[in-house]
C-alpha cells in the first residue's frame, strides 16, 4: 500500500511539468486563461495546478490525498485560481465543462473498469478544440501483471483518442524506482486535441 500523503508531501517541492506548458500553448495560450477552465486529476502536492493557476486558469483540482489544501494560500499570488477536491476520482460522476483536461501517472490506477467508466466522462467534458494531456501505463510497464492497475496498448490508446488530433506523442520505457523499489516504467503520454 503506497502511503501517498508522504510521497506528494516529497514531492511538493517539485517543479511544474513540462506538458503544463505544452498544454496550454495546445489550448490557445494564456489568451484563453481568463475564462479558461482545467481538471488536474490525481494532483497530488498540486505543483502542476498552481502552475497553470499562475498563468491565469481557473483549476478544479482532484485528488484522494488532501496535502494540495494546505498549500492553497498560495492562491493569493495567482491570477487564476485552484479549487480542491478530495475525493476518489471513481466517484466523481460528473465533471465540470473545461478547456484543458490534465493528468499524470493516476488514470491507470483507476484500474481497467475504473479507466472505462471515467473516459467518457473526459472527452463530454471537452469541447471541440479542448485538449487532453495525459499519461498512460502501457504494456511493458511492470504494472502490468496487476488487475488493479490499467495498462492498455498503444492500439487501445489510438482508440481512447479518436476523435482527437494528436498533438505530440512521447513513449517512456525504461527501468527505474518508484519509491524505493525497482519498477520498470511503460508511460505513454499523449498531447491531442478534441475534434469537431
Same mark, same amino acid.
Given at each position: 500500500?503506497?502511503?501517498?500523503?508522504?510521497?506528494?508531501?516529497?514531492?511538493?517541492?517539485?517543479?511544474?511539468?513540462?506538458?503544463?506548458?505544452?498544454?496550454?500553448?495546445?489550448? %490557445?495560450?494564456?489568451?484563453?486563461?481568463?475564462?479558461? $477552465?482545467?481538471?488536474?486529476?490525481?494532483? #497530488?502536492?498540486? +505543483?502542476?495546478? =498552481?502552475?497553470?493557476?499562475?498563468?491565469?486558469w481557473t483549476v478544479h483540482a482532484y485528488d484522494a490525498d488532501d496535502t494540495l489544501a494546505a498549500r492553497l494560500v498560495e492562491n493569493e499570488r495567482m491570477s487564476g485560481d485552484v479549487i480542491f477536491h478530495h475525493t476518489d476520482l471513481a466517484e466523481v460522476e460528473e465533471f465540470p465543462a473545461a478547456r484543458i483536461i490534465y493528468s499524470t501517472y493516476t488514470l491507470g490506477l483507476l484500474g481497467p473498469e %475504473?479507466?472505462?467508466?471515467?473516459?467518457?466522462?473526459? $472527452?463530454?467534458?471537452?469541447?471541440?478544440? #479542448?485538449?487532453? +494531456?495525459?499519461? =498512460?501505463?502501457?504494456?511493458?510497464?511492470?504494472?502490468?501483471?496487476?488487475?488493479?492497475?490499467?495498462?492498455?496498448?498503444?492500439?487501445?490508446?489510438?482508440?481512447?483518442?479518436?476523435?482527437?488530433?494528436?498533438?505530440?506523442?512521447?513513449?517512456?520505457?525504461?527501468?527505474?524506482?518508484?519509491?524505493?523499489?525497482?519498477?520498470?516504467?511503460?508511460?505513454?503520454?499523449?498531447?491531442?486535441?478534441?475534434?469537431?
Amino acid at each position: 500500500m503506497v502511503d501517498w500523503a508522504a510521497l506528494n508531501a516529497h514531492a511538493a517541492g517539485r517543479p511544474a511539468r513540462r506538458l503544463v506548458s505544452k498544454a496550454i500553448t495546445a489550448a %490557445g495560450g494564456d489568451r484563453h486563461a481568463q475564462s479558461g $477552465v482545467v481538471l488536474d486529476l490525481g494532483a #497530488g502536492a498540486g +505543483a502542476d495546478s =498552481l502552475q497553470f493557476a499562475r498563468h491565469g486558469w481557473t483549476v478544479h483540482a482532484y485528488d484522494a490525498d488532501d496535502t494540495l489544501a494546505a498549500r492553497l494560500v498560495e492562491n493569493e499570488r495567482m491570477s487564476g485560481d485552484v479549487i480542491f477536491h478530495h475525493t476518489d476520482l471513481a466517484e466523481v460522476e460528473e465533471f465540470p465543462a473545461a478547456r484543458i483536461i490534465y493528468s499524470t501517472y493516476t488514470l491507470g490506477l483507476l484500474g481497467p473498469e %475504473g479507466l472505462a467508466a471515467i473516459w467518457p466522462k473526459l $472527452v463530454g467534458a471537452l469541447p471541440v478544440g #479542448g485538449v487532453m +494531456a495525459v499519461d =498512460l501505463f502501457s504494456t511493458n510497464d511492470s504494472w502490468a501483471e496487476r488487475p488493479d492497475i490499467a495498462t492498455p496498448s498503444r492500439e487501445q490508446i489510438d482508440e481512447m483518442f479518436r476523435g482527437f488530433q494528436i498533438v505530440e506523442r512521447s513513449e517512456r520505457d525504461e527501468d527505474g524506482r518508484f519509491l524505493a523499489d525497482r519498477k520498470h516504467w511503460h508511460v505513454i503520454t499523449t498531447l491531442a486535441r478534441k475534434r469537431g
